[in-house]
């Protein structure tokens, strides 16, 4: 069974500066999709940024960007120019690809804190 | 193009009540998925649905809990006989479709259901 494993429950980051989430995976498959979503206290799952284990370039959305290091199944996220807005729960998710209506398997989550 | 909704927000029910959360998908969405999220833990997939078919139940709880996608109609989540252990955020995340490129799943706010 895959797994996701985020070992970093709190971070901190000041405004404007850069903070990076770790994330670790496991699984047998060769081809899968991992993502990573923000939970702010809204509770909404809001997706922030996705990447195909196919591709070895890495995923950046404006200041979300991502480490994808595929031999280590590490994904780590990292978040430039830290905003306030940023502050939320963030989790990594994981999702095979070939199999029809794969399920997320979400780590446990690290909760951010942006201070100004 | 309305997001996933999910009603009630929040629901209060007596142990032993039972339970019935909704789900629309968004426009032209046909797999529908819902998720548990314990207190201070990540989301956990329950169910996997598509229009009036169960395709994977393997996350869900064997007794007390069912999962229906009529045809027609919002996508159910019911428990029955509730427990205080069933208090959780549920949320249901919907897809165009079921692999490949485009699969993103879109989550819902959730719905918060305390048992009393």
């Known amino acids: 069974a895959q797994t996701v494993t985020q070992s970093q429950p709190e971070m901190s980051v000041q405004e404007a500066e850069t903070v990076t989430l770790s994330c670790t995976y496991d699984t047998s498959e060769s081809d899968y999709y991992l993502f990573w979503y923000k939970q702010p206290p809204s509770r909404q799952m809001i997706l922030v940024i996705r990447q195909e284990a196919y591709k070895q370039q890495n995923a950046t959305e404006n200041r979300f960007s991502v480490n994808f290091q595929k031999a280590a199944k590490s994904f780590s996220l990292k978040i430039s120019d830290s905003q306030l807005g940023d502050a939320a729960m963030y989790f990594c998710a994981y999702r095979r690809a070939q199999t029809s209506g794969s399920r997320l398997t979400f780590g446990e989550g690290t909760q951010l804190t942006v201070n100004p | 193009n309305a997001g996933v909704m999910q009603n009630p927000r929040h629901l209060v029910r007596r142990r032993g009540q039972e339970a019935r959360l909704r789900c629309s998908p968004m426009k032209g969405h046909s797999h529908v998925y819902w998720y548990r999220q314990l207190p201070e833990e990540g989301l956990k997939f329950m169910v996997y649905l598509q229009k009036e078919n169960i395709i994977d139940e393997s996350g869900m709880p064997k007794e007390r809990f069912s999962a229906e996608f009529p045809k027609e109609g919002p996508s159910i989540l019911r428990i029955q006989q509730v427990v205080r252990g069933d208090s959780a955020a549920y949320f249901c995340?919907?897809?165009?479709?079921?692999?490949?490129?485009?699969?993103?799943?879109?989550f819902g706010p959730g719905t918060r259901l305390t048992v009393t």
């Open positions: 995340a919907s897809s165009p479709k079921d692999r490949g490129i485009g699969t993103e799943q879109y």
